[in-house]
């Protein structure tokens, strides 16, 4: 099992920034590829940003690239999404995410319990 918890949303101008933290326990975090997922009302859950497990790759939906950027630090346990740039479009709860796929096919999601960030314009 790995707990998510997830901190740093809040009220924020279009145009402003702010830093989400996904602090990580249980199984050994650096064996685990993190993302941000966020869901807006009435819309599905989709993804934002993933890294890989070093930290090495990163990924991004086109809609946050050049705005969002994800890090991880594994001494911490601890990744994070710095958002800049925001837009009222971008509101929505922020869920972070631990994705773990072993050699023989199985592959294991942990949710955190997500923070809202809402974009005033």
């Known amino acids: 099992q790995v707990q998510l918890v997830e901190s740093g949303g809040g009220l924020v101008q279009a145009g402003g920034s702010l830093r989400l933290s996904c602090a990580a326990s249980?199984?050994?975090?650096?064996?685990?590829?993190m993302g941000w997922f966020r869901q807006a009302p009435g819309k599905e859950r989709e993804f934002v940003a993933a890294i890989n497990w070093s930290g090495g790759s990163t990924y991004y939906a086109d809609s946050v690239k050049g705005r969002f950027t994800i890090s991880r630090d594994n001494a911490k346990n601890t990744v994070y999404l710095q958002m800049n740039s925001l837009k009222p479009e971008d509101t929505a709860v922020y869920y972070c995410n631990a994705h773990r796929e072993e050699e023989s096919g199985l592959e294991y999601d942990y949710w955190g319990q997500g923070t809202q960030v809402t974009v005033s314009s």
């Open positions: 249980g199984r050994t975090f650096s064996n685990y590829a």
